[in-house]
């Protein structure tokens, strides 16, 4: 299987009306449980990584461990850049065989903002691959999160609007009380907002900041054109609860056996965002 542009999957779940979750993979396993997940439940999915976890693997490895365990699956999957930093990051996974970058300048001024995702539209449009922009800034729930600022500030949709028209992006990352880590209190979206953003842009949009969110309020959130569902903070939060369960029992496994039955709670938690995200059952339509 080939990574097709993220844009493909984001326009079928809007008309379909469901959201594709993207889930943060930092290494194989990761990748591997979630193509795993996603093929059990017949769903497209999103394989991304950032700039923290380029600092295992580079983004020309990363890249071709991805290719390898897609190989194996028949799925619409992409693959993609999340909070691209810099015009040389994006570079740098375009080359490599990314079918999605994001550059993520939403706490520059709008005029830096949008100049920048003008370049990375010219660098990936003629490769075919999908662009994801953001405006307004994402900020974050608890100091555990290595994205963002400790600050937010909600999209205005008539910025949002005039954002889209001036780069030409695919997708948009939008701030609506969303945040990114661990929620110590229940998120507040501003519906309204969303729907005034959704009419201004006119794209699909992206919901950083996914774990965590009440049911109720994510399906809302989908029926009003969020089509990607951004996936870390429940995935690692699994991760970390097997290995501190199994170091309290007294045993300390060999270390792939941890890490296999790591996974495993990480595969529950991946298998519980495609059927929430409504992505079950979708890879096939």
């Given at each position: ?8 999957l984001?326009?079928?779940a809007?008309?379909g ?43 020309r ?28 990051l ?19 001024p ?10 990375v539209?010219?660098m ?5 691959v ?8 994402v ?17 205005d ?20 009380g ?38 109720a ?19 690692v ?7 501190d369960?199994?170091q309290?029992?007294?045993r ?12 495993r ?12 995200t ?8």
């Amino acid at each position: 299987m080939k990574f097709v542009p993220m844009r493909e999957l984001l326009e079928r779940a809007v008309a379909g009306g469901y959201a594709v979750p993207s889930f943060e993979c930092w290494n194989a396993e990761a990748i591997q449980t979630v193509l795993a997940a996603a093929s059990k439940l017949d769903a497209p999915v999103i394989v991304m990584n950032a700039r923290p976890g380029f600092k295992l693997i580079d983004p020309r490895t990363y890249s071709a461990i991805a290719h390898t365990l897609a190989a194996d699956h028949k799925l619409p999957v992409a693959l993609h850049l999340d909070h691209g930093d810099s015009l040389e990051l994006v570079d740098e996974c375009l080359k490599a065989g990314f079918s999605s970058v994001m550059l993520d300048f939403s706490r520059k001024p709008f005029d830096q903002n949008a100049a920048g995702m003008r370049q990375v539209v010219s660098m990936a449009r003629p490769l075919g691959v999908t662009v994801e922009g953001e405006i307004g800034a994402v900020g974050r729930a608890d100091m555990l999160s290595v994205e963002g600022g400790a600050d937010c500030s909600l999209t205005d949709p008539e910025e949002a609007g005039a954002f889209v028209r001036e780069t030409g992006v695919d997708c948009l990352a939008v701030s609506i009380g969303n945040a990114h880590g661990h929620y110590t209190k229940l998120p507040q979206f501003d519906f309204e907002r969303l729907a005034r953003i959704r009419q201004a842009t006119g794209i699909p949009l992206v919901l950083h900041g996914g774990s965590g969110t009440p049911e109720a309020d994510l399906k809302r959130a989908i029926s009003l054109g969020m089509a990607k569902v951004n996936v870390a903070t429940d995935c690692v939060h699994a991760w970390w609860e097997s290995l501190d369960a199994q170091q309290k029992s007294g045993r300390r496994p060999w270390l792939p056996l941890a890490l296999e039955q790591a996974m495993r709670n990480v595969a529950v938690q991946v298998e519980r965002w495609i059927r929430l995200t409504g992505a079950a059952g979708q890879a096939a339509r």
